[in-house]
């Protein structure tokens, strides 16, 4: 009754109803879904077959990778073998010999043969082939380990250069097939080419008999044509470049040396692309040098370490010392050690960024001047001093009697004193205040602007406190005339900036050696900078120097698709670099020539250097010949030459249209020629199929009437047919 109720709800509803009424309390749902909706048979047996094939697919991937295991132990370097070669475009390649080895060893396997056997069998069926493979991928390790020009390749790229290595071997084993064919057809084309060319000489000699103007030699023109080297002129003017070669003005020198320079300047930044530098600016380079002594005491830090414990130090004549190490085999490492002098040396010279040094002058510069503040302040001090001495002893002198009575008089006495000298200073003061303001009316700009730059390279270095650089300036319990000194000592150093050229703080003097010794530092940093970047270009110039030697080195292993540059653009400079042309050409021309050899060599180099004058007729000279802006005027002259070149062009049509004509002529006799040659070979073949048919039927005959044996009669038609052949070949 039950089994039947709720039959056609969903199986997770039916489920709920059966829970909700305690039908299934201690039931799999599972289990009492299948009891509710039984499987059907083709549905059971597609469930057994499913669990089969799964289990007998993860029993062929053990046996498989079994399999593998123990051809990899055999052969351990096919482990480097690709799976596959397919390309774009087309099937499946697969030439990967574990898997076909594997392969073959189950098909033996299936055949009754055990592992083992199997094994054997597969081994000497493949033995050659794996072993040749192995052969290859030790070369191309060898290849990559013990290549001289690594630096120009990666792995890929030598693999693909023994490719193509092995390509042409190939090449060069299968040339001797095609060079009989080559050679007959080169002979074929040169008696062609010779009639061919025997026509055209006779052409070109009749051209060049009707304009001998314009004969020129094309490999003169190919060696001769650099534009830079020319002054085209008119013809009316006078010539510009009247000098001799030995007098070869030092201009020409310069510009030559100046645009050789721009070209191969072009060339090494064209080269800095593959200086193996990582393309880093000047400016990167230049942050890596600065950053260098950081990461030098940080590598070195380890050995400083070493060498602090067992107390190695420098000798007083810069040796080291190793006396100290009790250990032999460890003394003898380090005395091998290259590394041990430099890092001591560093050590002892303090070696550090160069902002170290900045901070250290621009402390030293504040100490000054600070040191002369202090100094102004104790003569200030001094004279007030002495000013409020001198005024005790006129006020004493009047009023003794007073100042005897009474002591609190005397007090008040001395109190009124430095009012009065507080007044007085206020007074002096204003005066200096309005001199400063008069002188400062009077001032230029240029007084101003030279201000102005005082005071912000001072507020640059008014960062770093007083305290750091001189005494304690502050203190908890101080006099009114401590208190006072600091005050100004304060102000002093806040206005040092605003301080003009009639202040009392800085003579004249010590301000001339102070900006001195500016533009020293000045001109010494700008040096520094310009020495520096030569030293970066050099740098470089030696890491593309070293590129040359490795391409010089690997000359046969490199192909063009794995060069960066042609062996004719990266050698460039090989034999004359642009220091060496610099520096000939820069030397007198008495110290560089010794011999009349040498003598002759630099009159060819000068004569190379010095630019050539082509003068044409370009615009006309004089001062009847000018006119207007939009007037062209001509010259007689001028007018002869344009109608002989115009006579000139029209002998030139008559004899290009005649030699057209001729060429059409004989196009056609030399293929009337060749069709003449086919019939009469084709009559001659018919003529002699003819002659052998007669020849057979007569023998044939003869031996139907003298009965002769059947062999004679297949070697009589042997010998017909090598007469044929040979009648043939003697033919062709």
Do not use: C
Not at 589 to 600: F, K, S, Y
Not at 686 to 693: H, L, N
Request: zero cysteines; aromatic letters at 8%; glycine letters at 2%.
């Amino acid at each position: 009754m039950y089994t039947r109720k709720w039959t056609r709800m969903n199986y997770f509803d039916s489920v709920k109803m059966f829970k909700k009424y305690g039908l299934i309390n201690n039931y799999d749902p599972v289990q009492r879904a299948f009891h509710l909706f039984p499987l059907q048979q083709y549905e059971r047996d597609l469930l057994n077959n499913t669990q089969k094939r799964d289990s007998y697919e993860v029993e062929q991937k053990k046996q498989d990778q079994k399999l593998i295991k123990k051809l990899l132990q055999r052969y351990p370097d096919l482990k480097y073998e690709p799976i596959n070669q397919s390309r774009e475009g087309q099937p499946m390649q697969t030439k990967n010999y574990v898997l076909r080895f594997i392969e073959k060893q189950k098909q033996f396997m299936i055949n009754g043969f055990k592992e083992d056997l199997a094994f054997k069998k597969t081994e000497q069926l493949f033995q050659d082939r794996i072993q040749r493979k192995i052969d290859s991928l030790q070369i191309t390790e060898g290849l990559a380990a013990s290549n001289r020009a690594r630096s120009f390749m990666n792995y890929y790229q030598q693999q693909a250069e023994y490719e193509s290595r092995v390509k042409v071997l190939r090449m060069k084993r299968d040339l001797s097939t095609y060079e009989q064919e080559l050679a007959q057809f080169q002979n074929e084309m040169e008696n062609f080419s010779k009639n061919k060319d025997q026509s055209l000489i006779n052409q070109q000699q009749e051209l060049e008999e009707g304009d001998e103007d314009l004969k020129q030699n094309s490999e003169q023109d190919e060696t001769i044509y650099q534009r830079v080297l020319y002054d085209i002129q008119n013809k009316g003017q006078k010539n510009r470049n009247d000098q001799s070669i030995e007098n070869l003005s030092q201009q020409e020198v310069e510009e030559f040396l100046q645009r050789t320079r721009n070209i191969f300047n072009s060339y090494y930044q064209r080269a800095a692309y593959s200086d193996k530098l990582s393309n880093l600016t000047d400016q990167e380079i230049k942050a890596q040098i600065r950053d260098s002594p950081k990461k030098i005491k940080k590598r070195s830090q380890q050995l400083l370490n070493k060498l602090e414990k067992f107390g190695v130090q420098l000798n007083d004549q810069g040796e080291i010392d190793f006396s100290s190490i009790p250990y032999p085999h460890l003394r003898k490492q380090l005395e091998s050690n290259p590394a041990v002098k430099i890092a001591l040396l560093q050590k002892q010279l303090d070696f550090e960024f160069p902002h170290k040094e900045h901070m250290r002058n621009k402390a030293q510069e504040l100490s000054r001047r600070l040191s002369q503040i202090e100094v102004d302040s104790e003569q200030a001090k001094n004279e007030k001093q002495k000013i409020i001495k001198h005024l005790q002893q006129e006020y004493s002198q009047e009023n003794s009697s007073l100042n005897q009575e009474n002591d609190s008089d005397a007090k008040n006495i001395q109190k009124s004193l430095e009012t009065d000298y507080l007044e007085l200073q206020k007074q002096y003061n204003e005066k200096q205040l309005k001199n400063n303001q008069n002188s400062a009316f009077d001032n230029s700009q240029d007084v101003l602007e030279e201000n102005e730059r005082q005071k912000s390279e001072f507020l640059q270095d008014s960062e770093i406190p007083i305290s750091s650089f001189s005494a304690q300036t502050y203190k908890l319990f101080e006099t009114y005339e401590e208190r006072q000194l600091r005050v100004e000592a304060k102000y002093i150093q806040q206005k040092l900036a605003e301080i003009q050229e009639e202040t009392n703080l800085f003579e004249q003097d010590g301000e001339q050696e102070a900006q001195q010794q500016s533009e020293i530092n000045y001109h010494q940093l700008k040096q520094q900078q310009k020495l520096l970047d030569e030293t970066i270009q050099q740098f470089r110039r030696l890491k593309f120097r070293l590129e040359q030697k490795n391409l010089q080195n690997a000359k046969q292993l490199l192909f063009e698709e794995h060069e960066v540059f042609d062996p004719s653009e990266i050698l460039i400079d090989e034999e004359v670099p642009y220091e060496k042309l610099e520096q000939y050409l820069r030397t007198p021309r008495d110290e560089r020539i010794n011999n009349e050899d040498q003598e002759i060599q630099d009159l060819q180099i000068q004569e190379m250097i010095k630019q050539k004058t082509v003068r044409e007729d370009l615009v006309p000279q004089g001062a009847h010949h000018m006119g207007g802006p939009g007037v062209k005027m001509v010259n007689s002259d001028t007018l002869e030459e344009i109608a002989a070149e115009e006579k000139r062009r029209g002998q030139r049509k008559i004899v290009e249209t005649e030699t057209i004509k001729a060429k059409q002529e004989s196009e056609q006799n030399i293929m009337t020629f060749s069709e003449e040659a086919d019939n009469m070979g084709s009559k001659k073949s018919q003529q002699s199929q003819k002659q052998d048919k007669k020849s057979l039927l007569e023998f044939i005959k003869k031996a139907n009437k003298k009965k002769v044996n059947v062999g004679k009669v297949t070697r009589k038609l042997a010998d017909i047919r090598k007469e044929k052949k040979e009648g043939k070949k003697g033919k062709k």
